[in-house]
């Protein structure tokens, strides 16, 4: 008996994506301390913190039950509680609705109507507009569809001041141009998976190398988002100087995919991708705590 509740505990938590979950809140963190106030309290932090989490957690979960058939297709997630037939799908449609339900009275009673309203937009938008909409039907899914992944920075922002400000809008913008050489470099080695599931990722619609310069024009776009902290006012040197070495490595892991044409650089350039996130965000904290 313990065993089978042990084993139901450990699928709804898969069901949240855990790992996408820890970069979610971390990418929250930074934005409250750029309030011209100074930090929140840790309860005032760690409860919005969680209820981004919850949000985030709800939406994986729905995404879960709404690409159950897909997911069985992909060696990639075969093996999600869904597919492998850990939980039931009632289950975890309950779960991702109760999910809902807690992330946004908690957001409202700690962070506020507007923190809470864009807690729900997200798991709106990221169920119906990407899960529902997007990714079965179009190759632009991982653009239009990054919006669903960088609202953290927006949540956050909202609970330190009731709306969203320059340093909200600048961090979720670094998430959306980050999203698409993130996810085309999964799609380049995964091309097969996503084809067999009928999902038209870029491709397996227009073909590798129009993908790759693509994520190469999208990485570069990126570069001057990621210093544009500096020239507002919202972040220092310290950060400057770490946002001017990650975008070069980075950019030079995509320049790579270019030069090599192989599934192991576009490999590298997927786990280079998630590491340089971290690092940016990393950076942004060092540089608040030194000033």
Same mark, same amino acid.
């Given at each position: 008996m313990a065993a089978v509740a042990t084993q139901a505990i450990r699928g709804y938590v898969a069901l949240t994506k855990p790992r996408i979950l820890l970069l979610v809140i971390f990418t929250g963190l930074p934005v409250m301390g750029m309030a011209g106030s100074g930090w929140p309290? !840790?309860?005032? *932090?760690?409860?919005t913190l969680l209820g981004i989490a919850l949000a985030a957690g709800a939406a994986n979960a729905l995404n879960c039950y709404i690409e159950r058939d897909r997911d069985a297709l992909m060696e990639r997630t075969r093996t999600r509680p869904l597919p492998a037939q850990e939980l039931s799908p009632r289950s975890a449609l309950s779960f991702? @609705? #109760? @999910?809902?339900?807690?992330?946004? *009275?908690?957001? $409202?009673? #700690?962070?506020?109507?507007? !923190?809470?309203?864009?807690?729900?937009?997200?798991? @709106?938008?990221? #169920?119906?507009?990407?899960t529902v909409w997007l990714k079965p039907r179009t190759s632009m899914n991982a653009v239009i569809g990054g919006a669903a992944g960088a609202a953290a920075p927006l949540i956050a922002d909202a609970a330190m001041?009731?709306? #969203?400000?320059a340093a909200g809008w600048i961090l979720f913008s670094i998430i959306f141009f980050w999203q698409p050489p993130h996810v085309w470099a999964i799609a380049l080695f995964r091309k097969e998976d996503y084809a067999r599931a009928g999902i038209p990722m870029l491709p397996n619609v227009?073909?590798? =190398?129009?993908?790759? $310069?693509?994520?190469? $024009?999208?990485?570069? *776009?990126l570069i001057p988002v990621?210093? !544009?902290? @500096?020239?507002?006012?919202?972040?220092?040197?310290?950060?400057?100087?770490?946002?001017l070495a990650l975008d070069a490595w980075f950019t030079w892991y995509i320049v790579?995919?270019?030069? =090599?044409?192989? =599934?192991? *650089?576009?490999?590298?350039?997927?786990h280079v991708s998630l590491l340089y996130l971290f690092g940016l965000f990393v950076a942004m904290l060092i540089d608040l705590a030194l000033s």
């Open positions: 309290s !840790a309860s005032f *932090a760690t409860l991702g @609705l #109760v @999910l809902s339900v807690i992330s946004t *009275a908690l957001l $409202w009673a #700690v962070a506020g109507p507007v !923190a809470a309203a864009l807690g729900v937009a997200s798991i @709106l938008f990221y #169920v119906f507009v990407y001041h009731g709306h #969203v400000t227009i073909g590798d =190398e129009p993908t790759r $310069w693509r994520m190469l $024009w999208y990485t570069l *776009a990621t210093l !544009a902290p @500096l020239p507002l006012g919202l972040l220092g040197i310290p950060y400057f100087v770490a946002a790579r995919v270019l030069r =090599e044409r192989t =599934e192991d *650089a576009a490999r590298s350039a997927f």
